[in-house]
């Protein structure tokens, strides 16, 4: 019953901030916009150095958000 859940914890513990937030941090950044003040910009840069399923959710993100800067462009 505890398992999956200490695992989690043990994962983000020198963090203490989940793949969830993070990522309203990435798409804050791909938007341009400032990070959340629990994730600054160095913490998440740390994070994506460690966390691949974030970084490749970031390049996801981008990507979605250049395809729909192309479709409104000319
Ligand atoms: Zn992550």
Same mark, same amino acid.
């Given at each position: 019953? /505890?398992?999956?859940? @200490?695992?989690? /914890?043990?994962?983000?513990? $020198? *963090?203490?901030? !989940? !793949?969830?937030?993070?990522? *309203? @941090?990435?798409?804050? =950044? *791909? +938007?341009?916009?400032? %990070?959340? %003040? ?5 913490? &998440? +840069? @740390? $994070?994506?150095?460690? !966390? %691949?399923?974030? =970084? ?8 979605? =958000?250049? &395809? @729909?800067?192309? &479709? +409104?462009?000319?």
């Amino acid at each position: 019953m /505890r398992s999956g859940i @200490a695992a989690l /914890r043990g994962i983000g513990d $020198h *963090v203490g901030v !989940c !793949c969830a937030q993070f990522r *309203v @941090a990435v798409s804050a =950044r *791909v +938007d341009g916009e400032a %990070p959340p %003040p629990e994730v600054p910009d160095a913490v &998440l +840069d @740390a $994070h994506l150095l460690e !966390c %691949p399923e974030c =970084r490749r959710w970031g390049e996801r993100a981008r990507r979605l =958000r250049e &395809l @729909a800067a192309g &479709l +409104d462009g000319p």
